[in-house]
């Protein structure tokens, strides 16, 4: 079969072009079928042949995505340039009426030499300098290096990180709190290094549905004296639905 790269010739002229480098991926999740007590509800997609079929169409277009079976004939471990890249190809199939649960992202590590190597990219930001103090406490947790800073004497800073590639994860919004909108930021894949060490964790704990229902105003109102909520009276949910985010470190049921 001819792919991306080859190149047609002629018998008595066999030479090949040069072959188009495609950057590898760094960053993989499981998609699956849905296997909620609502599976079925939301989406026109909901089989394990349907969904293998729309991710392997995805790669006569999406040339640096990657699409492996699994063991479980109803899991396939799906590759891509990042934690953006993964999440446009979510929203697509999800807006073609396809429906799935993932897995939590992880980035692609390698071995070299006896090393353990990880992803790393170059991050920039441009922002208000009263917001730096703020993004160094928070990158700096994600194992950020300061590589550049500079100041226009405007007030308008730029800041130049070397970080690893799991540090960016969920880091969009994190960044977009901290600068109150007023930030830009922009990535690119500078190669595998050295295991930069351990993140520390600032997951917030979550609110979780304890029984099968209806969510009800009175019982929102309630939660939200323990955090934050994500649904509206008249959600139908589920025992172990997430419902919101807690104030506080661990889980809690809510009812």
């Keep these: 079969a001819v792919s991306i790269g080859d190149t047609i010739t002629s018998p008595d002229q066999p030479d090949a072009l040069p072959r188009i480098k495609i950057g590898e991926p760094t960053l993989r999740m499981m998609f699956g079928v849905n296997t909620s007590p609502f599976a079925g509800r939301e989406g026109k997609y909901c089989t394990s042949r349907q969904l293998r079929e729309r991710l392997y169409r995805e790669l006569e277009t999406n040339l640096s995505l990657k699409v492996q079976d699994t ?51 170059e991050l920039t930001i441009d922002t208000r300098e009263e917001y730096v103090g703020a993004l160094m406490e928070i990158l700096s947790a994600r194992q950020a ?37 007023d930030g830009i930021m922009s990535t690119l894949f500078v190669g595998y290094e050295p295991w930069y ?32 909520t994500f649904i509206e009276p008249g959600t139908p949910v589920y025992e172990g639905m997430i419902v919101g985010m807690n104030s506080r470190g661990d889980d809690l049921a809510v009812n």
Excluded: C, W
Aim: net charge neutral; aromatic share 6%; charged share 25%.
């Design 71 to 121: 063991e479980a004939p109803d899991v396939f471990l799906v590759s891509g340039r990042g934690e953006l890249h993964l999440a446009i190809l979510i929203e697509t199939i999800r807006r073609q009426d396809y429906e799935f649960e993932i897995s939590k992202p992880e980035v692609i590590t390698k071995e070299i030499d006896g090393k353990l190597m990880e992803p790393v990219e």
């Design 145 to 181: 290096k300061l590589a550049n800073m500079r100041n226009d004497g405007l007030g308008n800073v730029r800041l130049e990180f070397h970080i690893p590639t799991r540090g960016l994860i969920g880091f969009r919004s994190t960044f977009l709190t901290a600068t109150q909108g």
């Design 197 to 228: 060490g351990d993140i520390i964790s600032t997951r917030s704990g979550m609110l979780v549905a304890s029984k099968n229902g209806t969510a009800v105003t009175y019982g929102l109102n309630n939660a939200q004296g323990r955090g934050t």
